[in-house]
């Protein structure tokens, strides 16, 4: 499974944000589609995933602000951000969880200015 990602970019505190990320490959088997984020010197953090169901999970810092997506047709899925904060600024992986293993993305960079 390849994955690529799109969508970050600087904005200001406030503003909204749409991430995106496209599976292809051997989709057959993929269970659950998420984001990610890092900051430099710190773990790699889950932000919100959404199963082939539909079931999601967030984090707490989104709840609330933050959707997750997913096109299981397109093997899309996506991640809506609004209200961002500076805290929010880091590198966002997107993720998936097949029946055997996991794949990451490239890594898309999103950064909130104060």
């Known amino acids: 499974v390849q994955l690529q990602a799109s969508g970050g970019g600087l904005v200001q505190a406030g503003e909204s944000l749409t991430l995106s990320c496209v599976a292809s490959?051997?989709?057959?088997?993929?269970?659950?589609m998420g984001w990610y984020r890092q900051t430099p010197g710190k773990q790699r953090e889950l932000v919100a995933s959404?199963?082939?169901?539909?079931?999601?999970n967030y984090a707490d810092s989104v709840k609330g602000r933050f959707t997750i997506s997913r096109d299981n047709a397109k093997n899309t899925v996506y991640l809506q951000m609004n209200s961002l904060k500076p805290e929010d600024t880091a590198v966002y992986y997107c993720?998936?969880?097949?029946?055997?293993?996991?794949?990451w993305g490239q890594g898309t960079q999103v950064t909130v200015s104060s």
């Open positions: 959404i199963a082939r169901g539909g079931d999601t």
């Open positions: 490959g051997n989709t057959v088997n993929i269970l659950i």
């Open positions: 993720h998936v969880k097949s029946v055997w293993t996991n794949y």
